[in-house]
């Protein structure tokens, strides 16, 4: 599915170059679920965002080859890029609250992503139930632009009061009255292909009550649906990849295990490959079926997870093992995932 | 539902600022000389006076007559302007419009052009079009308006001989030639209901240039915020997100980046309109715009109280107004603000108290007085034991009633005269404390250092830095070598003043640069031209640096020290210290800056120098202590300050030892960029003929004798000195820009 071959990647600081990658090696087949571990500060992350160019500006990816179901896309066009971020690779992150933007609800964000991967699915639907395409009145969904009309009508207002003009005031009375009418007028408003598409992405991350979430703003969410949303969200364009860097780290433990339960019955489900970033073997022992360690920019070894565990070879992977303390495998026994209400 | 309760909340919490400017305008107005004067002509009778001064109750008590006054406020009956023998409240109704024109049209042009700009200088960082977008940017900061205005006046008399450079409109054709009804007194609208072509097009040239004038400062301001909000914001994770969906770069631009990083801006909108309410009163008084600004200096010039403290209070209102628009814009256009929010019961006796001091005193005067000093004398009661009590537990604190008080009299003695010595003295001692517990304080500051190794690193690597560097050294030795390099003639007793420089002037000669001849004499071989008395440019320029030098250190020392003293004790301490300074703060800075220092050396009939000195400190500390604050309140939860305070180090140990030098970065920027900004309101102060006698050496001055000469085309004596101005800014804001961007953390990549 994914092979990485010799990559380097240096950050052009201040202080000089920094060789964040110094030669990574990378083999993930179709439909498997490969664990990458390393110390913090090893470079796991810059690996993952080296895959899809996400880089920041600094950051310049200097020799090795990406290759993408035999094809290679180290050197791929803008626009090729655009198709597979998201279509073909979906990535999560680590702080979801932070990887989701704030003033956007989960319904515009996740059809984002519909929209550019999607889009004949949406067009098929609304052609087979008769409803419209996408929302009919996207302003509304906007409390942003409504809103800043009201503010400028009322400050139109109060002026023209001022200096004792009211009567020109009054078209801006106007449109305020018709803005408050169209929410009693537009109460009907049929759901679009794209609403239900998205409200079934959500469901399908397990999510109670998705049409309520679709409404919602990402702080109103708990950690574990910012999550599930996320995962929803690098899902929707059907990717056949998933990059999960640390996706449980900033959540407490019963809600990690949900999380990587949630990602292991997907990756069942649609035979997808993941690439698990952590830095907890306790999660690979769980989770994964191969794993590398990573250490300083480099690949140390890799192997499958019995061998890492029963037999590891580089010196690194044995300090990490004795690091994990003990029962810590115990611990991360998967509890049964209840009510997800419940998160 | 939620909505309406939070407008409402906002719109209870301006009432108590808005008495706390009332009680600023009032004591202006019982500062201030004789309240009859406007009343009073060679014909009044003695008998009229008295009935005069019964009606305006000048013999009453003080408290009775502030009463009096808040319900004339209240009910509009706002006194008698005579610079225009109209009553104010009806000037302010007619002259409204003409301003409100002019800065909503600047306004669209600023907001319109700078958002755009910001943007796109951004997602260019560090290439050419980010250099020149801030450059662009900076010079409008740095620029003075005043300057600015003459220059455009200047370009269009030589080029378009034809265009009005004065005015809203060609009078004779709107009244003579072509009549039209004026409803509105918005020409542009009434020109609209009218139908009328050329009506429309005269207004609107005679509006370009005056807005273009006014928006550019906004617009440098709008511009530098709304780059570094972009910049803060595709730094976010969420940015990423955006792109790994598939998304154009400018998909992730302009739909997930601009939207984020127009929440800041928006919110600092409401600054901007204070500088469009400032500018505005240059503007008007430039292009002889007939608003209010134009009238509040001609009520200035000639002490018209009445229409002084109107438009002081007018100014504050228009202020809090806008304000409180972009809160509310603000809470619409982040999901993430709590419309819900709890009032405190503090907060709700205040604004109840407020409100029913208005309802009494619009009742009756002689009950609001009792209930005015009810209130007064329980909240003085309430708070000398909340203090005991807060004393009687925790001794230790009794070092910030030391420090309040130390802080007063410095304050006192700012007033009476000698204050530069204890200022220099204090921050001596200071530094002297610090050397001495210097193991505790290095421990904190080790990362600083480190900063400012790389920062000096750095400032060698930037251009503009060093460019601001090189004007600032450059104007400081012309200050320090003024002696030598424009020689005061022998006769001269003072060589601040122009006057005295020669006995003989030819006035109108221009420039001569560097062929002035030995034989052409002294008298005719002006370096950079004379002005229409005769005063030698050049002369005036060298020595006006020595004035702007001086004023700049002692506001900023001045500011700094008290900003720095009240700024940190109530970041640090938090709770009700912190809300009673920043209330304080707020009546402050709801009145426009320039305004403010307008009105109080106006007011107080004081046109020195010092004068024009406290008036700028009185304007300039509330917003060093905000920031100051601030800072104090995050380094406060920073963890070696936790781990010093369990260790059971004395807040007075902390705040000096820790938290000030910890605000050094931010003390160091905004200090900076205020030497130039203290120097862009001097020459304002100046140009309009505030501050200093007539012939004092000092740019802004120099540049309102070239004001008149622009019609014959004399174009170097309002040019030279405004660009010295514009220099010595441009010089300290980016010195300021370039250490902030090097301090700044986030700035760093
Ligand atoms: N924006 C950047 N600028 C400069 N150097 C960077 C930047 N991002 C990462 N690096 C460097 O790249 C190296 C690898 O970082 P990376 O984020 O991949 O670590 P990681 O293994 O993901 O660690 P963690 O477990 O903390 O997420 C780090 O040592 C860091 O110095
Ligand atoms: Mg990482």
Redesign the pocket.
Known sequence: MLEIKDLKTN?N?YDGV?K?LDGVNLSIKDGEIFGLV??????????AYSVLKLL?K??EIVAGKIILNGEDITDATEDRLRQIRGGEIGIIF?DPLSALNPVMTVNEQVGEILVLHQDAEINKLAYEKEIPVYKSEKWKSSPGVEFTIMAICISFISLFTMIGQFTFGLPFLFVIGIMFLRDYLQKEVPESALDLMVIEALSRVKLPNPKQIASSYPHELSGGMQQRVMIAMALAGKAKMLIA??PTTALDVTIQAQILQLIKDIQKEENMSVLL?T?DLGVVAETCEKVAV?YK?KIVEEASVDQIFTNPQHEYTKALLNAIPKGGKERLKVPEIGEAGAI | MKLWIYVLRRLALTIPVLLGVTIITFCLSYGMGDPLAPYVTEKTTPEQYEILEEKLGVNDPIQVQYVTYLRNVITFDWGYSKVINQDVSEALRDKFAATLELSILAFIVAVGTAIPLGIFSSIRQNRWEDHSIRLFALAGSAIPIFWFALFLQYFFTINFPDWEIVGRRDILFWEITDPIEIKTNFLLIDAIAAGSWPHFLDALKHLILPATVLAYGSMATIIRLMRGNMLDVLGQDYIRTAKSKGLTENQVTYKHGAPNAMIPTVTLLGMGFAGLINGSVLTETIFTWPGLGAWAITAMRSLDVSAILAYTLFSAFLYIIANLIVDILYAFLDPRVELGGHSSIAEMLVVSLSILMLLVTFLSINVAVWFGLLILISLIFLGSVAIGKRLWENPDDLWIVFLFSGTLFVVLSILSGFFMTIIYVSTFVYILYLGYSWKDVKEGLAPKFDEFKRAVYQIKRNPLTILGLFLVLSLLSIAIFAPWLAPPSETQRDPMRMEEHFEFNYNHQPPCYFSCTAESGEEDGYILGSTDRGYDIYYGIVWGSRTSLDVAVKVVFTGTFIAVVIGAVSGYYGGRVDDIVMRITDVFIAIPGLVLALAIIAVTGDNSIEMLMYSLIIVWWPGFTRVIRAEALRIRKLPYIEAAKAAGASDFRIIFKHVLPNCITSIIVIATMDMGGIVLSLAALGFLGFGGGADLAEWGKLVSFGQDDILKGEWWSFFFPGLAVALWALGFYLLGDGVRDILDPKQRN
Not at chain 1, 39 to 46: A, H, P
């Open positions: 950050f600081t920094v964040a390393g110390e913090t500060g090893s470079g796991k992350s810059v690996t920041p600094t950051a680590q860097d640390e970033i830095h990573m920019g």
